[in-house]
């Protein structure tokens, strides 16, 4: 019904810059927070950043002055990007945001979506 495709990632020095892209499709209706996870080998998924439907934005302290969280609502897309990048940002990045769909029956119902998850290597 709803499908989140990321990309973005990639192996990169550290100092480094990338910009993670989510975009979602399917049947729509309006997409609630937006936000991007990592997950770390050997860690649990923490919350990187997120951003809410009125623009409002929140950041894990490790990634505070250096990543930037935004969102394109026309084109139902979130971006991350990444500045400043260290060897301890390494991991998994998901996006997931929080989906109003239609449904069959002409209503609405909200869901959380995930991504597939790409891969952010940082290292020389």
């Known amino acids: 019904q709803v499908q989140l495709v990321e990309s973005g990632g990639g192996l990169v020095q550290p100092g480094g810059s990338l910009r993670l892209s989510c975009a979602a499709s399917g049947s729509i209706f309006s997409i609630n927070a937006m936000g991007w996870y990592r997950q770390a080998p050997g860690k649990q998924r923490e919350l990187v950043a997120a951003i809410t439907s009125g623009g409002s934005t929140n950041y894990a302290d490790s990634v505070k002055g250096r990543f930037t969280i935004s969102r394109d609502n026309a084109k139902n897309t979130v971006y991350l990007q990444m500045n400043s990048l260290k060897p301890e940002d390494t991991a998994v990045y998901y996006c997931?945001?929080?989906?109003?769909?239609?449904?069959?029956?002409?209503?609405?119902?909200?869901?959380?979506?995930w991504g597939q998850g790409t891969l952010v290597t940082v290292s020389s």
């Open positions: 997931s945001c929080t989906i109003v769909v239609v449904t069959t029956s002409g209503g609405r119902n909200a869901l959380d979506a």
